[in-house]
């Protein structure tokens, strides 16, 4: 599972952002109770301080990037000293931030390369660490030495190689151990009923459906017949479970995947400054460049985001033609200043603990992300595009379509592997779509369901 990894006068007048509380975990990928990180880092890291082991050769690579490259050792080493020295950022018994140095988070990195996420339920709090190197790096990526770091082009290409050596990992048997029933398992009673009830949704929210009537797998089997964690996390549902919507007219567009309206914008610009606090789309990054991208400045864009516990395929938006499918190679933790200690509007020792996973629309311009245009049957849609945002661990862009290829709408396009993050789709300037659903939904809009009309 290899990693696949000019300015106009157009003006960003419409926008509908939701409101994310810091403390809320934008799509359940980390736990909405920071006591429940911080525990299980703290018992992460004495498991790695009580046995020192040989590090994997991926990270001995790392270890001679950043003691041989003094960029890079300036960085690594800044961004670790940077952690404000207040009590809740999290110290061992000597007082100090719990990751020290590099040394120590290789260590940890060693520890989690050959770990499955698994489900945290302790002292009645249960959670989910879905990202758990970004759960390791959740303060240091929010200071402003972490914010330079991980926009260093270096630092991304080694991270990309320990992220693929992690897949590896994640594709073999060894990792479905915490597919069990116990109370860290993904079929513990806590995580069958989460996962059915985020399953259940649209035409089978009332129904009295369990997640092994939702999804292909046997729950006779060991680990549900699931033979690896990426097995899991890519499971389809069953034929009839995700019907698409009206397949025959043109002008309804589905949902590409199973999330949460994030925002709906018209008018974008080509380019914007995405990295300010409101997060305006910048759509020449957002498509890296691509001699298509001026057809969609002026247009509109719907990003949602999937959450860690949904399904992760996507699904072609509408009926036509690929006319490109491509991965854009990004960064894996970069958050915006804002975000953390470099703020200058907030106290110099305050980092977002939301993090990463709350600047959905920056991402859209600087990470890892697949690129899909399509050339719509419907001649009032035309040429549209889907971006699939990779966060984090979760890079792995898997396009399943080539250019050329015929799609009906509802068909499969690509998938996340390891979870899933956030996409966008977009449309050209002059197209009339609308009836987008509102951000602050509760519950996902269901894959392949009536996303919007075009007049």
Known sequence: MAILTTSTSMKFTSIDTPTISNHTRTGNWMPADHKTHKEWLGGIIRKVDEKQTVLHPVLEEFKHLIETNTRVYMLLTSMFKEVPRQKRYGHDPTGNPEIRDHHHFLQVLNHLLTTAPSWTDKSHRVGLVGLPINAVLDWPMGTPSGYAAFLDPEINAMIKKILNVWSEYLRSPASADVLNTSSHGWFSETGRRDLTAVAKIGPTAATDLHFHDMFECDPSAPNHGFNSWDAFFTRVFREGIRPVAEPENGKVI???????????????????????????????????????????????????????????????????KVVKAYVVDGTYYSEPLFEGVGNPEVSANEIDMAGQVTSQGYITSTATRALIFIEADEPAIGLMAFIGVGMAEVSTCDITVKEGDKLNKGDEIGMFHFGGSTHCLLFRKGVDVSGFPEPGMEDNMPVRSKLAVVS
């Open 254 to 320: 589905a949902n590409a995947c199973e999330s949460k309206p994030f925002r709906t914008a018209h008018h974008v610009q080509a380019r914007d400054k995405f990295w300010i606090k409101s997060q305006p789309y910048s759509v020449l990054d957002m498509l890296g460049h691509d001699e298509l991208a001026s057809q969609f400045v002026g247009g509109t864009v719907y990003q949602a985001f999937l959450s860690a516990l949904s399904y992760h395929r996507w699904h072609a938006p509408v009926s036509g």
